[in-house]
């Protein structure tokens, strides 16, 4: 359900609102969108007391003012919103995230649970960001973008899983690949296709597979333009 809603919100007859949710003005939400989508734990609950999940009470989502949620995106329970977020097609935003204002976040990317994004930050097409990750403010991640967090999948059993810490102003090239719990410092570049194994240095061009770390010429040491 959608428990408020501000001034001139559009929501597509086809959008379905699962447990408590909340849309700041100016937002438009399109075709065969999910809010506040059921975690499992919420659906095994609701499956022990027999309810029908549809009218479940729980918390669903946040989504701040001037947002644009795009057809077929999925965004779980307890995930948080600024203003001026927009979406591709097919974004999947699992729960516990929460998300900052003027956020773009591409075609068919993935957010997994757990994760925070700051704001002012360009997600490009089909970018995977694993669960416990932490991007800072005016970011940029280009398209096929890949962050891990769990060096030996299936192999090991963990507690825990750690993803990437992405600081402010950092830029990921095309197809890059950083592995779990690697920090990619203060307005550091990666190259496209690089595959970083290890922490980069504030200021740093990071390049290859693996990835060896430079620092930026001076000319470059700026914030991405991010609005």
């Known amino acids: 359900m959608i428990i408020s809603a501000g001034k001139n919100v559009k929501v597509h007859p086809s959008v379905k609102a699962y447990?408590?949710?909340?849309?700041?003005?100016?937002?438009?939400?399109?075709?065969?969108?999910?809010?506040?989508?059921?975690t499992t734990k919420i659906l095994l609950k609701i499956g022990e007391t027999?309810?029908?999940?549809?009218?479940?009470?729980?918390?669903?989502?946040?989504?701040?003012?001037?947002a644009i949620i795009r057809s077929n995106s999925v965004i779980?329970?307890?995930?948080?919103?600024?203003?001026?977020?927009r979406t591709g097609h097919g974004v999947l935003i699992r729960e516990n995230?929460?998300?900052?204002?003027?956020?773009?976040?591409?075609?068919?990317?993935?957010?997994?649970?757990?994760?925070?994004?700051?704001?002012h930050v360009s997600i490009q097409s089909n970018v995977f960001i694993p669960a416990q990750t932490k991007i800072g403010d005016y970011v940029f991640?280009?398209?096929?973008?890949?962050?891990?967090?769990?060096?030996?999948?299936?192999?090991?059993?963990?507690?825990?899983?750690?993803?990437?810490?992405?600081?402010?102003?950092?830029s990921l090239g095309a197809g890059s690949v950083i592995l779990p719990g690697i920090t990619i410092g203060e307005g550091?570049?990666?190259?496209?296709?690089?595959?970083?194994?290890?922490?980069?240095?504030?200021?740093?061009?990071?390049?290859g597979a693996p990835a060896k770390m430079v620092p930026l010429k001076q000319k470059l040491r700026k914030l991405n333009k991010i609005i």
């Open 141 to 170: 991640m280009g398209p096929c973008v890949v962050l891990a967090n769990d060096k030996y999948p299936v192999r090991i059993k963990r507690s825990k899983y750690i993803g990437p810490t992405l600081e402010k102003g950092v």
């Open 76 to 85: 779980y329970s307890n995930v948080k919103m600024g203003n001026n977020v």
């Open 97 to 119: 995230c929460t998300i900052g204002s003027h956020v773009m976040i591409g075609t068919n990317s993935v957010i997994e649970n757990n994760s925070h994004i700051g704001s």
């Open 188 to 207: 550091s570049l990666v190259a496209s296709n690089s595959v970083v194994t290890k922490d980069v240095p504030k200021w740093h061009l990071a390049m």
């Open 19 to 38: 447990g408590k949710n909340q849309i700041g003005k100016n937002s438009i939400i399109l075709e065969d969108v999910y809010l506040g989508y059921p």
């Open 50 to 66: 027999h309810l029908d999940f549809t009218h479940a009470k729980f918390k669903g989502c946040i989504i701040g003012k001037n």
